[in-house]
């Protein structure tokens, strides 16, 4: 699976931004979808989740505010920002993963990865 993700920028708090993440060589239906974020200094965390049945889990920071979302015919997952604060910026990542690994919130469960976006949010 190869991942390319895409739509970071510079915001201003309270602002929005769409992340995609186009995957080729395998469908995103079939695998475990993950957003991840790592801000300088800490380390990576967990966004957001999709499974391949289509659950869909985000982090408390993020509940209400963010959504995961994936088109399959496009074989592409989003991440819907909205109302953005400085502390979510951060380099964003995609990943994919074994849908039975069960370890769908610790990156250690995601084989694939994107090569980062990075989500600046100025105060």
């Known amino acids: 699976v190869q991942l390319q993700a895409s739509g970071g920028g510079l915001v201003q708090a309270g602002g929005s931004l769409r992340l995609s993440c186009a995957a080729s060589?395998?469908?995103?239906?079939?695998?475990?979808m993950g957003w991840f974020r790592q801000a300088p200094g800490k380390e990576r965390e967990i966004v957001a989740r999709?499974?391949?049945?289509?659950?869909?889990y985000r982090a408390e920071s993020v509940k209400g505010r963010f959504t995961i979302s994936r088109d399959n015919p496009k074989n592409t997952m989003y991440l819907q920002m909205n109302s953005l604060k400085p502390e979510d910026t951060a380099v964003y990542y995609c990943?994919?993963?074994?849908?039975?690994?069960?370890?769908?919130?610790?990156?250690?469960?995601?084989?694939?990865w994107g090569q980062g976006t990075q989500v600046t949010v100025s105060s």
């Open positions: 990943a994919a993963g074994d849908p039975y690994s069960g370890r769908y919130y610790s990156p250690s469960g995601y084989v694939y």
């Open positions: 999709i499974s391949s049945n289509g659950f869909t």
């Open positions: 060589g395998r469908t995103l239906s079939s695998v475990n």
